[in-house]
């Protein structure tokens, strides 16, 4: 049997992706490219925006149209919030929400043999070109944000056990990857479940030999806590690199959301970490910053607010920008004081000519210093890439012998 898979959205959705492609090759299929005839076609789907549901539908029928007599099996997050309209279009067989997921392999295969609950679906990517791997080491979320599907399509916050994730960790590590990037809704909650704390999983992952390096993905500034940078600081393989969400500047907005901190508790988190991980003569600490602009009620005034904190206050190496996507069944959705399309698309440039510009700063005040470089086996143009620890970008002529490894370069 073959089957062909295609992924949207977040890293999470690819670190499950990656798991359901290793439980088929465990049972005899064959995997083949998402463009080719196969017997299954598996499309793991994502919700956060209106654009993202319009690829998932156009995809489910680009597949159908290759091959009308294929199965077509849906998965994601959009799965779990608008299953009968999925199951209204033409070759969708099965359609598995957020709590079935542990049971695909299982019953497409007829054997039903995986009937693990959703608290114990584990995942992880294989390694992207054998040098990183993205672990799930939770899922769900209890935050229930204005503008958030997540909770409704991913659950409750919930998570395996340390155990278990340091097992995973073991797999990747066999494999040969160096550097594991924990992933997570809501990373940071990491313990929900089964009463364990965030400090203690890192902990115990930064034993796991043959992992060198590890990042963390979409931690919230709250979660971050004092004791948690100061191991970090004290000397493991985690590295001067964080994606933490703020999706907006403003204090009116985000309590109008229902964020669970403030720009001034955001401010000295980051201020916290650099005092913690950053020395003169050393590199600094890559911050990514997940921003949404046009929340409904987000005049220019408010934007402004946001525009501003990042620039003068926060400084981070790179935005993550998002247009505000209305969804149903949320609360923000029914607010009167929606924000114009045109509106949203100019602050969205005007937010990305700021990324350029505060990137560029962040690699500038590095050259001359000395950073360690993971190399990849891309070649592009007759070169091979990777990042140093703070998630700089940098190249080299092609060096087969190189790949995998870890280099100290000056930048």
């Known amino acids: 049997m073959k089957i062909a898979f295609t992924t949207l959205g977040c890293k999470l959705n690819y670190a499950e992706t990656a798991t359901y492609e290793r439980g088929f090759l465990a049972v005899g299929w064959t995997i083949v490219p998402w463009t080719e005839q196969a017997d299954v076609y598996l499309v793991n789907t994502c919700a956060v925006t209106e654009t993202a549901e319009k690829k998932s539908r156009n995809l489910i029928r680009r597949a159908h149209k290759t091959a009308p007599d294929a199965r077509i099996v849906v998965t994601g997050c959009y799965a779990e919030l608008r299953k009968d309209q999925l199951l209204s279009i033409d070759g969708v067989w099965k359609v598995f929400g957020a709590n079935e997921k542990s049971r695909i392999v299982g019953t497409i295969c007829h054997s039903e043999r995986s009937e693990e609950s959703v608290t114990t679906f584990g995942a992880y990517s294989s390694g992207e ?28 916050s919930r998570n395996l056990a340390i155990c278990e994730v340091v097992k995973m960790a073991e797999h990747i590590a066999a494999e040969g990857v160096k550097e594991v990037v924990l992933t997570g809704v809501n990373t940071g909650d990491f313990g929900r479940t089964t009463g364990e704390s965030f400090l203690d999983l890192l902990k115990a992952l930064n034993g796991v030999e043959g992992i060198e390096r590890y990042r963390i993905s979409s931690i919230e500034p709250n979660l971050i806590t004092p004791g948690i940078v100061d191991w970090i600081a004290s000397g493991t393989k985690f590295q001067r690199h964080f994606h933490i969400p703020l999706q907006s500047g403003s204090d009116t907005l985000l309590r109008r959301v229902g964020r669970r901190y403030d720009t001034a508790l955001f401010a000295s988190r980051i201020d916290y970490i650099r005092q913690a991980l950053e020395r003169p003569g050393e590199p600094k600490v890559f911050f990514g910053i997940d921003v949404i602009v046009g929340l409904p009620g987000e005049t220019e005034e408010l934007f402004l607010e946001t525009y501003n904190f990042l620039k003068d206050h926060i400084r981070p190496a790179f935005i993550h920008v998002f247009p505000y996507s209305r969804r149903p069944g949320t609360r923000a959705a029914e607010w009167p004081d929606q924000v114009q399309d045109s509106v949203k698309t100019e602050r969205v440039a005007r937010m990305e000519a700021l990324c350029e ?19 990849e086996s891309s070649v592009k143009g007759g070169l091979m890439g990777g990042y140093t620890g703070n998630y700089i970008r940098v190249e080299r002529p092609y060096d087969p012998a190189r790949i995998n490894t870890l280099e100290d370069i000056i930048l």
């Not at 935050?143 to 409704?152: L, S």
């Open 129 to 156: 070109e054998r040098t990183r791997s993205f672990l799930k080491v939770q899922d769900g979320c209890d935050n229930f944000c204005a503008y958030c599907t997540v909770p409704y399509a991913r659950g409750r």
């Open 357 to 375: 510009e505060l990137h560029q700063d962040f690699v500038e005040a590095h050259k001359g210093l000395k950073e360690t470089v993971l190399w």
